[in-house]
């Protein structure tokens, strides 16, 4: 046995420990049948949740990272039902602390600003796919494209308030993104 690769091999892992890693979840499911698939997931920044069920012959895909933010993505298309559920909070970080800007100003009204995005329907035959990231602030996305009803909205409060909600039935076409948090 070479002992030189054993060791730089233990050394790589013991830096990778120090360092950290993400954690990571996929799945990929086709099916002709049914499935029903769960997430969540809650970091100091945020939240996720996620449900989504389908029926007939379906395709879904679903990955999941947490770190300091929280990042999920799903893709379901199914030529039959789908049912939806998703929700994602998150905070934003204030760009002073108190305590700096008690020195500089008389009064500090900075409240720490916290969104929440949502999304929730059921289509009779299409496709959904969403994509959220919770933590500092909140970032999110949703496409839809099928028949069935939709609803879907996102609100932030903070020192403004900004509130955003939609419902849509019938044949439909939604591209949805919302950015809470930072600069586009």
């Known amino acids: ?6 060791v730089s091999g233990g050394l790589l892992l013991i830096l990778a420990g120090l360092f950290g ?7 990929s499911i086709t099916t ?20 989504v069920m ?3 012959a ?7 990272t947490g770190d300091d933010s929280l990042a999920a993505d799903i893709s379901v298309t199914s030529s039959g039902p789908i049912l939806v559920s998703d929700y994602a909070s998150g905070r934003g970080v204030t760009a ?10 008389k009064y500090v009204l900075n409240r720490e600003p916290e969104s929440e995005l949502y999304s929730m329907g059921i289509l009779s035959k299409g496709r959904y796919a969403t994509s959220r990231v919770a933590g500092p602030g909140l ?11 939709m609803s879907f909205g996102s609100h932030v409060v903070g020192n403004s308030t900004m509130r955003s909600s939609g419902f849509v039935s019938g044949n439909m076409t939604i591209h949805d993104f919302v950015k809470y948090g930072g600069k586009l």
Do not use: H
């Open 96 to 105: 002073l602390p108190d305590t700096i800007a008690c020195v500089f100003t």
């Open 1 to 6: 046995m070479n002992w030189k690769y054993v």
């Open 54 to 56: 389908a029926a007939d």
């Open 139 to 149: 970032t999110g996305g949703m496409d839809v494209n099928g028949s069935g009803m």
């Open 58 to 64: 379906s395709e879904i895909t679903r990955s999941m």
């Open 32 to 51: 002709d049948g049914s499935f029903l698939l769960a997430s969540s997931g809650q970091t100091d920044n945020g939240t996720y949740a996620s449900r």
């Open 21 to 27: 890693a993400a954690d990571y979840v996929s799945t």
